[in-house]
Nanobody
Framework: QVQLVESGGGLVQAGGSLRLSCAVSGSDSSISSMGWYRQAPGKQRELVAEVSSDTSTKYLNSVRDRFTISRDDAKDIVYLQMNSLKPEDTAVYYC?????????????WGQGTQVTVSS
């Protein structure tokens, strides 16, 4: 059974940093893309950052110069380094992983980790 276990969320003051981790287990399939989404209260879930199997990345414009996504394929872990955090970054952050499956891609979600940035 595929499991995505997230860690690293918490409470931080504006201007601070956090690093989120998402460890993937339970699948023999190759991983295509790995990403982080977030959802603030009353808002839709949005893509924050994504890294593909060729290590190309894409970012939400508002985090582009502050967040860095990376992946460790040997350990099947994806990280999100978040610097210069702002109160508007407050949200539940979800890890998303897509596996290469027969017939296409198969996606999975983590349980979410709360990030709260105080002003």
């Amino acid at each position: 059974q595929v499991q995505l276990v997230e860690s690293g969320g918490g409470l931080v003051q504006a201007g601070g940093s956090l690093r989120l981790s998402c460890a993937v287990s339970g699948s023999d399939s190759s991983i295509s893309s790995m990403g982080w989404y977030r959802q603030a209260p009353g808002k839709q879930r949005e893509l924050v950052a994504e890294v593909s199997s060729d290590t190309s990345t894409k970012y939400l414009n508002s985090v582009r110069d502050r967040f860095t996504i990376s992946r460790d394929d040997a350990k099947d872990i994806v990280y999100l380094q978040m610097n210069s955090l702002k109160p508007e970054d407050t949200a539940v952050y979800y890890c998303n992983v897509e596996f290469i499956a027969v017939g296409g891609l198969s996606g999975y979600w983590g349980q979410g980790t709360q990030v709260t940035v105080s002003s």
